[in-house]
């Protein structure tokens, strides 16, 4: 069947460590992929979001994703978390391999540590 | 700035109830959609609508309802509200034209906490 899979339903890092977030999807093409970030309380937010071309993707408040076509794999990085990065992380897909309909991960929610 | 406003943030129902939730956009958008919300299932697509008077079902639709008369306003019905209803919901919209995928810019609303009593 066709999905999105975040592995981590929780993570916890401590501020000033790098994060990373994994997502995995299963289509029988290449869809279009997304992250989106969830502040308690607040509605979605898009992080960045991979169409084509390098598979290395920046996007806001420091995230980049990596494509990788051979892992079926979309993870999500950070270099060094700030404490206002604790939020719920979703991945998603969507585009005409996807059903054109955006299609969710379970989340990921990050605690940061002092 | 872009705004989707959904009415309640909180609702408190009891079981058998019709529930309404609300939705509204300011921004033109074709494309809304109801998802809803739950721990470790990530969001799940209720229904959606490309256009006036035009729904379409997602893949959780069984228990709920729809109606866009307006543009603007996307409504979902919970015809008889049940314990299992129980859930964060979200609405969200998007303009299609001018987007690589058809949802590429989603705008979400802050989401209403429904509790079935």
């Known amino acids: 069947a066709q999905s999105v899979t975040q592995p981590d339903i929780h993570i916890t890092v401590s501020e000033g460590a790098s994060l990373e977030l994994r997502c995995n999807y299963s289509y029988g093409a290449t869809p279009y992929l997304f992250w989106y970030v969830q502040s308690p309380g607040q509605g979605l937010q898009l992080l960045l979001k991979?169409?084509?071309?390098?598979?290395l993707v920046q996007g806001i408040k420091g995230f980049e994703a990596e494509f990788k076509r051979s892992q079926s794999s979309f993870n999500l990085r950070k270099p060094s978390v700030h404490w206002s990065d604790a939020a719920e992380y979703f991945c998603?897909?969507?585009?005409?391999?996807?059903?054109?309909?955006?299609?969710f991960g379970g989340g990921t929610r990050v605690l940061v540590k002092p | 700035d872009v705004k989707v406003t959904q009415s309640s943030r909180y609702l408190v129902k009891r079981t058998g109830e019709k529930v309404f939730l609300e939705c509204v956009q300011d921004?033109?958008?074709?494309?809304m959609f109801w998802y809803r919300q739950d721990p470790g299932l990530g969001l799940r697509l209720i229904y959606f609508?490309?256009?006036?008077?035009?729904?379409e079902k997602g893949d959780i639709p069984e228990g709920y309802s729809v109606s866009r008369e307006k543009k603007e306003r996307f409504s979902l019905i919970l015809e008889s509200a049940s314990t299992n209803q129980t859930s964060m919901y979200l609405c969200a919209s998007s303009y299609p034209g001018q987007e690589i995928a058809t949802n590429e810019k989603l705008f979400f609303g802050s989401g209403t906490q429904l509790s079935v009593l």
């Open positions: 609508s490309y256009d006036v008077k035009m729904k």
């Open positions: 921004m033109d958008h074709e494309n």
């Open positions: 998603a897909a969507d585009g005409e391999a996807a059903g054109n309909k955006l299609t």
């Open positions: 991979y169409f084509s071309g390098d598979t």
